[in-house]
């Protein structure tokens, strides 16, 4: 069975600097995807970034990316030049193949300080 | 946009009621699904659709049932509601991931309390 793991419940960071949130995950599949959703509070969760894990190069949207490393099993989000909108809960999340479904990390609760 | 709409942004209701959490979406998506989000605990999976009148247990399908009669409405089904049930209830939908598009979109959740 696939785990994610995202071991930071909570992080912190001022505006203008860069934060980078851990996720680790388990799985046996060559076949598979890895997201990032972003849960503002009392908004609806977003999807943030997406990355195909037979794709060497690591994804970027704006001011977020990915490192992933994919015999290490690690898939960390680093938002650049963090801004107030970033406050919000972050999850990582697997997907097998063409499965459809996600399996989800805990979350993080990123809080960005002016 | 896509849209994905829940009946309820809270709820409230009392130990043993029949509860039915209502979900719409606009897309024409194939894939509906249901999840419960506690604190430490992330989202877990309750319920998957595929298609009309076609469901999936999720990792966590005990207590809870659903409907899919149309395409664009799933529900989510308490039965019997019991106080371990409090919780914040998601729902998503997605294109099929053969389709080359996995993303998928969240309603706004219910927060349900059971007393």
């Known amino acids: 069975a696939q785990t994610v793991t995202q071991s930071q419940p909570e992080m912190s960071v001022q505006e203008a600097e860069t934060v980078t949130l851990s996720c680790t995950y388990d799985?046996?599949?060559?076949?598979?995807?890895l997201f990032w959703y972003k849960q503002p509070p009392s908004r609806q969760m977003i999807l943030v970034i997406r990355?195909?894990?037979?794709?060497?190069q690591n994804a970027t949207e704006n001011r977020f990316s990915v490192n992933f490393q994919k015999a290490a099993k690690s898939f960390s989000l680093k938002i650049s030049d963090s801004q107030l909108g970033d406050t919000a809960m972050y999850f990582c999340a697997f997907m097998k193949g063409n499965t459809d479904k996600l399996i989800f990390g805990t979350g993080t609760r990123l809080q960005v300080f002016p | 946009d896509v849209k994905v709409t829940q009946s309820s942004r809270y709820l409230v209701k009392r130990t043993g009621e029949k509860v039915f959490l209502e979900c719409v979406q606009d897309m024409d998506h194939e894939n509906m699904f249901w999840y419960r989000q506690d604190p430490g605990l992330g989202l877990r999976l309750i319920y998957f659709s595929y298609d009309v009148k076609m469901k999936e247990k999720g990792d966590i399908p005990e207590g809870y049932s659903v409907s899919r009669e149309k395409k664009e409405r799933f529900s989510l089904i308490l039965e019997s509601a019991s106080t371990n049930q409090t919780s914040m209830y998601l729902c998503?939908?997605?294109?099929?991931?053969?389709?080359?598009?996995?993303?998928?979109?969240f309603g706004p959740g219910t927060r349900l309390t059971v007393l």
């Open positions: 998503a939908s997605s294109p099929r991931a053969e389709t080359g598009t996995d993303t998928q979109y």
């Open positions: 990355q195909e894990a037979y794709k060497q």
């Open positions: 799985t046996s599949e060559n076949n598979y995807y």
